[in-house]
């Protein structure tokens, strides 16, 4: 029986490993820090206000963050569509130029 007992009081609360994980207990210590340095006058009202501010916060910057690499992918795709036609267009143009300006255009003498 009283190993049991042991065995109940020793195993940690899901919450609790929950809480010690490393990202939420740096978010949570921030947020008490604040919370410190403010003073203010109802803190357990300050403390779930500013996690929610920080929350919002973090949700916009990984918004933000994703929008971007969808642009970067976009941009890379319309590069890739468009960059051989860029390089044929750039062959014609120096296939239809006299030989002197090829040369110059080249950087030849």
Known sequence: MQASIY???????????????????????????????????????????????????????????DEAKTVGDLREGITSIFRPLQQRTLRNRRSQMPSKQLMIFSGSS
Request: charged fraction near 30%; glycine fraction near 2%; charge should be neutral.
């Open 7 to 65: 065995e109940s009081l020793s195993k940690e609360h899901p919450d609790v490993t929950y809480y010690k994980r490393e990202d939420i207990s740096l978010i949570l210590s921030k947020g008490l820090a604040q919370t410190c340095r403010e003073k203010p006058r109802n803190p357990i009202e300050y403390f779930a206000t500013w996690l929610q501010e920080y929350s919002q916060v973090q949700k916009a910057a990984k918004e933000q963050t």
